[in-house]
Nanobody, 114 residues
């Protein structure tokens, strides 16, 4: 049973930073890719950033230059360093991993508020 567990969400002021973490358990193989998605109230879930086992990363245009996805050594742990946070970054952030099947974490709330 593969489980993804996220941590690191919270309340932050605009311009601040947060670092999200996602660790996988129960997997005996490395995921082909891992990524972060987010869902704001009343909106569809959207891609934030993703990274392959080889380290190739892709970002949503809205977070380029502010967010960095990290997956050290291609292991089954992924981080999302979020800098210069904006109000519109407020959402539940979900970790996703894939290899033949998709796996999702339970989500962690990020709230950007003054």
């Amino acid at each position: 049973q593969v489980q993804l567990v996220e941590s690191g969400g919270g309340l932050v002021q605009p311009g601040g930073s947060l670092r999200l973490s996602c660790s996988a358990s129960g997997s005996i193989f490395r995921f082909d890719g891992m990524g972060w998605y987010r869902q704001a109230p009343g909106k569809q879930r959207e891609l934030v950033a993703r990274i392959t086992i080889g380290g190739t990363a892709n970002y949503a245009d809205s977070v380029k230059g502010r967010f960095t996805i990290l997956r050290p050594n291609g292991d089954n742990t992924v981080y999302l360093q979020m800098n210069s946070l904006k109000f519109e970054d407020t959402a539940v952030y979900y970790c996703k991993a894939w290899r033949m099947s998709d796996y999702w974490g339970q989500g962690t709330q990020v709230t950007v508020s003054a």
